[in-house]
């Protein structure tokens, strides 16, 4: 009895259906930015305050204003099931912060 030999997808492979479907966002403003710009914020670790936190998101917002992607990657976060994504500025929208209406996007 002679046995197939099965073949595992390679790296590019499995990335391009990883990928499949996704945008392009090439060229984005936030490559080159501090990712934790960009990140949530968490009263439980006691490590930013509040304001501190509203005025780090607000420069977030800020580079999310000058990349010619934001379009797209405000298409791709409202498609994402993710509800951890709520809390982190994406394509240009705040979290939803104590004090803030839900989904704002403009000050």
Request: contains cysteine; proline residues 7%; charged residues 30%.
């Amino acid at each position: 009895m002679s046995h197939a030999k099965t073949l595992e997808p390679g790296v590019v492979s499995l990335l391009s259906e990883v990928l499949a479907g996704q945008p392009n966002l090439s060229g984005a403003a936030c490559v080159d930015a501090d990712p934790r710009l960009f990140d949530g914020w968490l009263p439980r670790e006691r490590t930013e305050s509040f304001d501190a936190a509203k005025a780090r998101q607000e420069r977030a917002v800020a580079v999310c204003g000058r990349c010619p992607v934001r379009a797209d990657c405000r298409t791709w976060i409202n498609d994402q099931p993710d509800r951890h994504l709520a809390a982190m500025v994406v394509g240009g929208r705040r979290p939803n912060l104590p004090g803030r209406k839900k989904g704002t996007t403009e000050r």
